[in-house]
């Protein structure tokens, strides 16, 4: 998320999404400004954002898609409709489309509380994942909104039945199993915690809940059975069943029975397989899955529990600070620039004081079609990857972090210049093949000058102390 | 303690030796119980057939016949009645699975367990081992083989207990005796599966070895055999279904013997079919089960079977009528003649009553160790059967126990009806039961 500091001077923004006509006909003020499109540079001072429709389907499809953005998800959103409706998911609030000024501004500083508290957060790491960064949200819209607890709903289209609808509209899941892997993940990370709904069986082939279960027979899994009831005569000890008890006579002895409990009890049920006359006692249930038509015993149905989820203690602590309590390293297992920065520190420090080498390694996009594979050398994948690339190469104590400016940074105590070209050249044969593309490789020995200054020379073509090309 | 042994045997020294200066009538007197009942019962029926196991000319033939049925693979279908066997239901299953002769289904019956039966045999019947069905409330074993019966599937039906456990070749050269199709059932041969758990056990486990394996092969020669167990014993389908299976109440095993028998079939013994089941370990359940054994000699062998005796009958046959008479000697008539002969050495002969007490365990220790050789020789167990024999002493004070049990089990059941509050049967059928 962007600063969420503004200057005094901007005025804030109410932006409307709706039809062309709709959203022309609000009227300006001068209190705030009426946006007609999301720009990054009025993050800052975006209060509020309308929906303009009479259609419920199209102020749906607004809804995901501004609660799907994670620089919108957060802010509040009302919905001017003059459809009499309860609150559609994830509005915060529907008036009548009444654009008279001063109801705007009344709308607007009515939910400017709510505003201020997103301004709270800190930022979203740039090293977070667009997956990490969508979690990071929910849990801080369940805070912003007081949501207790995030119940599944039953929902046809799912496949396990259930789905959990504004979840998944800020996860940004369009299939359902990612928004429930999303859940799962941040619950054994400790961020949520389930608590059991609902057990649900999905077929083993196609893993839907949409199974026909049924009794059949054992012997040829027919489906087509007959229910006997049977009678025991107490008399003479005959146990039948009760079609074989015509005019309730016994066939055995031929007595006829009056009185059931006294004469004669029911004590059991059996079953006939009217296919092949198999008799058993006990049905198989068995499933048949009504959407890939997998016919398999009801022991084999994938039982899965659906939960509902509560956010605990370090689940709000991560959806403020932005990162997990304790945690140094990003998502990609890659330092926290900020603690690659101390790191940094303390190994100067030493460098110093012992008179040993440090070096440091920038690992980035080439220009020979790398860099034309991913749209920056900056996206949290990419990073991911030179990261995995790296961390095979490197030494143990070589630690890395994610540079701001793109790459991967990393710092290796006791190297000299030799060995640096030595480790830079090893990164090199170590990209080739494996992302199938040529990075840029450059190095620099630490001669007491400052990260940052480092970072420029690693990062100026002309300055760098030594290049290496991969062919 | 010394001395006091010394001057007994020292009178039963002096006793034997007057006897020999006696006339043979004398001897006879004080021991006719012995040569008038036990002699020509055990000892010579025994000698007799051990003559006929031995030399017999047919005894290939007869198991090339048998083993063309195994041939032929009918289906066997094997019934289980269950109540509360949790420890021994998979067991037993597991020692039918193991047969030899695979061609059969395993029916179990639950006969409304309250204990984990339940589970344990939905646990076989998913994984396809058996053939499993349950009654809600309990019913009585009857009721339960009844229930099961209806499923059979089989050309031959095998009841057995749920507590039983098989040699791998039992239930094929049980079924291998069905090739006569004269027989309509099979008994098999009953062995001791907890012999070594005391004495009581032990003395049983030697009773199954003589009295009941060995008196089984002599009424299956004789032809008068009228009981098959129900731990174990084959039956064509047909005729099970036909004489209307299992009536209720104890008993329910010679019943349905005694049917299969007045159909016009035959019943015999196939020794080679060996079953160990579970004997009462206390007193008080040998007790309880020998009551019942023998009440039903009176309620289904002479009450409810009384037809045989009669020779105008529709259904007499002279077989029959021995095959119930030999229980009614054996069992009834031997008891109150044992009863009657301590009696009688009491009042007749009270000076020497402790010495002829005495010459009577010499010679029932004689007679019962010559028994005891014959089903040895007999015994496809010689070793574990050797083991035994030092129970022998202990054998016929035991015999004569038994006796006494079955007196009172007699008078119960003639004058009280004992058998019809035995709770073998349920309460709500023993209320419906049919009296004899």
């Keep these: 998320m962007v600063d969420s500091l503004k200057s005094p001077r901007e005025k804030p923004g109410f932006l409307l999404l709706g039809s062309v006509e709709d959203v022309n006909s609000v009227p300006q003020h001068p209190e ?87 301004d709270k957060f800190s930022s979203l790491s740039e090293n977070l994942s667009k997956r990490e960064k969508n979690r990071l ?10 949501v207790k607890k995030l119940e599944p709903k039953r929902d046809i289209h799912s496949a396990t039945g259930y789905s959990y609808p504004f979840a998944r509209m800020i996860l940004n899941a369009a299939p359902y199993d990612e928004c429930e892997a999303d859940l799962k993940i941040m619950e054994n990370r400790g961020l949520m915690e389930g608590e059991f709904v609902d057990t649900v069986h999905l077929c083993c082939g196609c893993g839907r809940y949409n199974l026909n279960f049924r009794e059949v027979c054992p012997r040829c899994r027919s489906a087509n059975l007959a229910e006997e009831r049977n009678i025991h005569h107490f008399r003479c000890g005959y146990v039948g069943c009760e079609a074989e008890f015509s005019g309730m006579k016994c066939p055995k002895c031929r007595r006829r029975l009056k009185h059931i409990g006294v004469d004669y009890e029911l004590p059991s049920v059996s079953f006939r397989c009217i296919d092949c006359k198999e008799g058993f006692g006990d049905p198989l249930v068995a499933c048949l899955c009504i959407r890939c038509g997998k016919d398999f015993p009801v022991e084999e149905a994938v039982k899965r529990h659906i939960q509902g989820y509560t956010l605990t203690p370090e689940g709000k602590r991560y959806a403020w600070a932005g990162r997990e309590e304790g945690a140094v390293k990003s998502e990609s297992g890659l330092l926290e620039f900020g603690v ?37 050398t900056n996206t949290p994948d990419t990073t991911h990857r030179l990261a995995e690339v790296m961390r095979k190469t490197l030494r143990g104590q070589d630690v890395m972090t994610a540079s701001p400016a793109g790459g991967v940074l990393a710092l290796a105590p006791e190297t000299s210049e030799d060995k640096a070209v030595d480790i830079s050249r090893r990164i090199s044969n170590a990209f080739r093949g494996n992302l199938g593309d040529t990075p840029v490789v450059t190095f620099y020995e630490y001669n007491g000058i400052s990260l940052e200054e480092v970072m420029e020379k690693l990062y100026a073509p002309e300055e760098a102390v030594e290049r290496v090309h991969t062919t | 303690m010394i ?30 119980l012995f040569f008038f009942f036990d002699l020509p019962r055990h000892l010579l029926s025994g000698c007799i057939v051990f003559m006929i196991e031995i030399f017999s000319p047919d005894r290939q033939l007869q198991l090339d016949d048998r083993r063309e049925v195994i041939k032929r693979s009918p ?25 030899t002769y695979t061609h059969n289904e395993i029916i179990v019956i639950n006969d409304g367990s309250v204990d984990a039966t339940n589970s344990i045999c939905q ?199 021995l095959a119930a008479s030999e229980p009614l000697f054996s069992h009834l008539i031997l008891s109150w003649a044992t009863l009657f002969y301590i009696v009688d050495m009491v009042s007749n002969f009270p000076l020497i009553f402790p010495y002829i007490l005495m010459a009577n365990y010499l010679l029932y220790l004689c007679s019962s160790f010559i028994e005891a050789l014959i089903a040895l020789a007999l015994s496809d167990r010689k070793r574990e059967d050797v083991s035994r024999l030092i129970y022998l002493g202990m054998y016929h004070p035991y015999i004569w126990f038994h006796k006494m049990v079955r007196i009172v089990a007699y008078i119960q059941e003639t004058f009280l009806f004992s058998s019809y509050r035995d709770p073998f049967a349920p309460k709500k059928v023993r209320r419906n039961m049919e009296s004899w």
């Design chain 1, 32 to 118: 705030f400004d009426i946006l007609l499109h999301h720009r990054e540079k009025d993050q800052a001072r975006l209060r509020i954002i309308g929906v303009i429709s009479d259609d419920p389907a199209v102020i749906e499809d607004m809804i995901c898609r501004v609660r799907g953005d994670c620089d919108l998800a957060l802010i509040p959103l009302v919905v001017f409709s003059s459809i009499k409706t309860s609150s559609p998911v994830m509005a915060d609030g529907i008036y009548p489309p009444v654009f008279n000024p001063q109801i705007l501004l009344g709308i607007l500083k009515e939910w400017e509380p709510l505003r201020e508290k997103i």
């Design chain 1, 340 to 376: 690659f920065k101390e790191f940094f520190s303390v190994q100067t420090a030493i460098a110093e004081r012992t008179g040993q080498n440090l070096s440091l390694i920038l690992v980035r996009g080439g220009s020979t079609g790398f860099s034309d594979k991913v749209a920056t």
């Design chain 2, 3 to 32: 001395e006091t042994i010394q001057v007994w045997l020292g009178g039963l020294f002096s006793f034997l030796a007057h006897l020999i200066d006696q006339e043979p009538l004398i001897f006879i007197r004080y021991f006719w």
């Design chain 2, 123 to 321: 646990r076989l019947s998913r994984q396809g081992r058996i053939r499993y069905f349950s009654l809600r409330e309990r019913s009585g074993k009857s009721a339960a083989l009844n229930y099961g019966t209806q499923f059979c599937k089989g050309e031959f039906i095998v009841f057995v207990d749920s507590d039983s456990f098989f040699d791998s070749d039992a239930i094929g050269n049980l079924i291998g005796h069905f090739n006569d199709r004269r027989i309509g059932a099979v008994a098999g041969n009953l062995r001791v599966a907890n012999s070594h758990k005391n004495l009581w056990t032990e003395l049983q486990s030697l009773e199954y070895l003589l009295n009941i394996g060995l008196g089984r092969r002599v009424r299956a020669w004789m032809r008068i055999l009228s009981v098959i167990p129900g731990a174990f014993g084959g039956f064509r389908a047909s005729l099970v279904r036909a004489s209307g299976g299992h009536d209720p109440g104890p008993g329910n095993d010679s019943d349905l013997t005694a049917k299969i028998r007045k159909i016009g079939m035959r019943v015999v013994f196939a020794p080679d079919a060996v079953c160990f089941t579970h004997v009462p370990a206390s007193f008080y359940g040998f007790i309880k089960q020998r009551l019942r054994w023998s009440r039903c000699l009176v309620s289904i062998r002479i009450r409810k079977h009384k037809s045989v005796f009669n020779p105008l009958h529709r259904n007499f046959s002279s077989s029959n009528l």
């Design chain 1, 137 to 146: 949200i929910l849990l801080r819209y369940l805070i912003l909104r007081g």
């Design chain 2, 75 to 99: 289906l066997v279908s094997i019934v289980i009645p269950a109540w509360n066997e949790e420890g021994t239901i998979s067991q037993t299953v597991s020692s039918l699975e193991e047969q």
